[in-house]
Nanobody, 121 residues
């Protein structure tokens, strides 16, 4: 049974920080990419960050570069999204996903339920 379970969402002040976690079950292949996406009200789901499972190479959306950091712990089957200097525009439901090509949403076959991140002024 393949499952992705996010946690760590909540309410944060603008300029503050949150750390999201995603625990994955099932087989993780060497070629797998773990990604974070988000969907704000009235907007399409967008790519945030991704990391390759084996090599640890990362990709970031321009909107979060320098503020967000993605990391993984293979032994714990967990991927993290550390978010700093949060902005109101970061408010969204954040989804963890497993795919094959970092920035291509169509390559992600497995998705978590999502966790709400709300940034207030």
């Amino acid at each position: 049974q393949v499952q992705l379970v996010e946690s760590g969402g909540g309410l944060a002040q603008a300029g503050g920080s949150l750390r999201l976690s995603c625990v994955t079950s099932g087989r993780t292949f060497n070629s797998a990419v773990m990604g974070w996406f988000r969907q704000a009200p009235g907007m399409q789901r967008e790519f945030v960050a991704a990391i390759s499972w084996s090599g640890g190479s990362t990709d970031y959306a321009d909107s979060v570069k320098g503020r967000f950091t993605i990391a993984r712990d293979n032994a714990k089957n967990t991927v993290y999204l550390q978010m700093h200097r949060l902005k109101l525009e970061d408010t969204a439901v954040y989804y963890c996903a497993r795919g094959s090509v970092a920035t291509m949403v169509g390559s992600y076959a497995y998705w978590g339920q999502g966790t709400q991140v709300t940034v207030s002024s």
